[in-house]
C-alpha cells in the first residue's frame, strides 16, 4: 500500500506532524536530506507505527498515492525553493506540494504562478502550535491553489485541533498566499497579545510592587474572565516557576526580545496598504527596543532610575489593569482584521473572517474564549469593518473606558511603558474622532509643495491650490496618493 502523503524535514514539527497524521490513520512517508534523521526517527518517535522512511527524493515519490502530496516542514526560504526545483521533475501533472513553514506570503504567490505552470499544485499553510500543537492538534491556515484542497482536507481537518463544538481548525483561507497571510497576522497578533502581557506584567511588579506568586495568582484568576487564553495561562506558570535557588526563574532571563520576522512583515505590509496596525507595530518596535540593552544600561545611568510606584488600592488597579489589557486586546485584533479586510480586497482572496476566527479558536498560540466572540461578530456582519462596532465588543470597549484611560495616564505619570495599551487608545481616540487635525496637515503639505487640499463645502476629489504667501504661483502639483 502506498502512502497518503510524504513530509520531508525531520525537525520537531515535522517529527510531530507526521506522528499526528499516523495518529489519525494517514501513512505517512518520512524524508529528511539527512538520512540518518530518518533512521534515528524511524528507530525511535516512528517505531511501531506505520510511518515509513525514504531515504530520497525519488524514493519518497515513488512510495506515494497519486495525486502525490508532499508537504515542506523546512526552514522558509531558498531551501523550499531548492526543494521544489528538485521536487519538480520527480512529480507528475496534478500532484501537491505543500508548504508547511513560516514563509512570508509573497513567496507562497510566486510559487503558486510558477507551479501552476508546469501543472503542478501548491499550498502555502500557516502551521500553528508550536510543538504540542504539531503533535496533537495545530491549528492549519491553507491557502493556494484551489484545485488541491479536496485532496489535502480529510488530513489537514483530522489532524487539526477542534473548537469546544468539534469543528475543525483548519479550512481553506483562499487563493495565492493567503493561507500564508493570514498566519502572519495571525503572528502579528501574537506578538500583540505577548507585548500587552509583559506590559501588565511590568505595571504590576515595578508599579504595583507585586510578588511573583501575587502576580501569578492575578493571571489564573484573569484566565476566569474574558482574557481566557493559552497565552495569558503560560504566563501565570511563568510567573510560578521557580529556578533552582528557590527565585523566580522570569527574572534571571535576560530582557532583549528576539524575533523571526513575522510581526515585522505584518507590520510592513500594513504600511504599505496603508492599515493603521499600529498596536502590532509597536509591539514589534517594543522588541527592538528591548534589544537596545547596552544603550538602555546607559541610558539609565544618564537620565537616573526611575521610580515607579503607584499608589492607591492595589486591587482596584489590578481590576483597571484586566479592563485595559481586554479593551487593548479587542483594538489590536480589530486592526489585525483591518489588515487582512484591505489585503483580501486588494488580491481577491474573498476571505472569511468568522472562519480565521474560527481556525485561531484553538490549536495555535493566540487561542483564546474571546475568538468565538470575533467569529460570531463577523457571523452577525461578514463585512464588519472595525470589530469595535459589533455591539459586544462595543460594550466592552465602552465599560473599559475609563479604567484603561486611568492605566495609560498613570503609566505615562510615573514612566511605565506601556506602548501598545496607550497605543491602542489613542487609535480609538482617533478612530472615533469625526473630525482630525489632518486639515492643518493639508493646509502644510499645499503651503509648502503646493499639494492641494480638497474642501468641507465642495464635493470630494475636487482639489484646490491656495497661493498662502502671496508669493508662491498658482501652479499646483500633480495629486495622488501612494
Ligand atoms: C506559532 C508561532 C510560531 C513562531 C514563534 C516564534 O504560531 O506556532 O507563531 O510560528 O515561529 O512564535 O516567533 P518569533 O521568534 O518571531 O517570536
Known amino acids: ?35 540518518e534523521k530518518v533512521d534515528e526517527f524511524l528507530q525511535g518517535p516512528a517505531k511501531g507505527t506505520n510511518i515509513v522512511g525514504a531515504y530520497s527524493l525519488q524514493e519518497l515519490v515513488d512510495k506515494l498515492e497519486s495525486p502525490r502530496k508532499i508537504m515542506l516542514m523546512v526552514r522558509a526560504g531558498d531551501v523550499v525553493d531548492s526543494f521544489i526545483d528538485k521536487l519538480v521533475p520527480l512529480l507528475d501533472k496534478g500532484d501537491i506540494i505543500i508548504d508547511g513553514g513560516n514563509t512570508n506570503f509573497p513567496d507562497t504567490n510566486r510559487r503558486v504562478a510558477a507551479l501552476k ?25 491553507p491557502g493556494g491553489s484551489p484545485e488541491a484542497w479536496p485532496f489535502v482536507k480529510p488530513i489537514f481537518q483530522a489532524i487539526s485541533a477542534k473548537t469546544e463544538n468539534d469543528e475543525p481548525c483548519c479550512d481553506w483561507v483562499g487563493n495565492d498566499g493567503a493561507g500564508h497571510f493570514v498566519k502572519m497576522v495571525h503572528n502579528g497578533i501574537e506578538y500583540g497579545d505577548m507585548q500587552l ?42 510567573l510560578g516557576y521557580k529556578d533552582t535557588d528557590g527565585e523566580p526563574l522570569v527574572e534571571k532571563i535576560l530582557d532583549t526580545a528576539g524575533q523571526k520576522g513575522t510581526g515585522k512583515w505584518t507590520g510592513i505590509n500594513a504600511l504599505d496598504m496603508g492599515i493603521p496596525l499600529t498596536l502590532i507595530t509597536e509591539s514589534v518596535f517594543a522588541r527592538c527596543l528591548s534589544s537596545l540593552k547596552d544603550q538602555r544600561v546607559e541610558a539609565e545611568e544618564l537620565f537616573g532610575k526611575k521610580e515607579s510606584i503607584v499608589e492607591g488600592d492595589k ?33 481577491g482572496w474573498d476571505l472569511n473572517y468568522g472562519n480565521v476566527a474560527l481556525m485561531w479558536r484553538g490549536g495555535c498560540i493566540i487561542r483564546s474564549a474571546f475568538l ?77 509643495g503646493a499639494h492641494t487640499y480638497e474642501r468641507v463645502d465642495k464635493p470630494k476629489g475636487e482639489f484646490f491650490h491656495t497661493n498662502w504667501t502671496g508669493k508662491g504661483g498658482d501652479v499646483s502639483s500633480t495629486t495622488y496618493n501612494s
Open 315 to 347: 486591587q482596584v488597579w489590578i481590576e483597571a489593569l484586566r479592563q485595559a489589557l481586554l479593551a487593548s486586546k479587542i483594538i489590536s485584533y480589530a486592526q489585525g482584521f483591518m489588515l487582512m479586510r484591505e489585503a483580501s480586497n486588494e488580491n
Open 1 to 35: 500500500m502506498k502512502g497518503d502523503i510524504g513530509v520531508i524535514g525531520l525537525a520537531v514539527m515535522g517529527q510531530n506532524l507526521i506522528l499526528n497524521m499516523n495518529d489519525h490513520g494517514y501513512k505517512v512517508v518520512a524524508h529528511n536530506r539527512t538520512a
Open 372 to 448: 468565538s466572540n470575533i467569529r460570531d461578530a463577523y457571523d452577525i456582519d461578514s463585512e464588519l469593518s472595525f470589530l469595535g462596532s459589533d455591539s459586544y465588543f462595543k460594550g466592552i470597549l465602552e465599560n473599559s473606558m475609563s479604567a484603561w484611560r486611568k492605566v495609560a495616564a498613570k503609566s505615562m505619570e510615573v514612566g511605565i511603558p506601556m506602548p501598545s495599551m496607550t497605543s491602542a487608545l489613542t487609535f480609538l481616540d482617533g478612530y472615533t474622532t469625526a473630525r482630525l487635525p489632518a486639515n492643518l496637515l493639508q493646509a502644510q503639505r499645499d503651503y509648502f
Open 117 to 141: 505552470e508546469k501543472g503542478i499544485h501548491f499550498i502555502g499553510s500557516g502551521v500553528s502550535g508550536g510543538e504540542e500543537g504539531a503533535r496533537f492538534g495545530p491549528s492549519i491556515m
Open 197 to 238: 502581557i509583559t506590559e501588565a506584567y511590568q505595571f504590576m511588579k515595578d508599579g504595583l510592587g507585586m510578588t511573583h506568586d501575587e502576580m501569578q495568582s492575578v493571571f489564573i484568576e484573569w484566565n476566569k474572565t474574558e482574557l481566557n487564553s493559552y497565552l495569558v495561562e503560560i504566563t501565570s506558570d511563568i
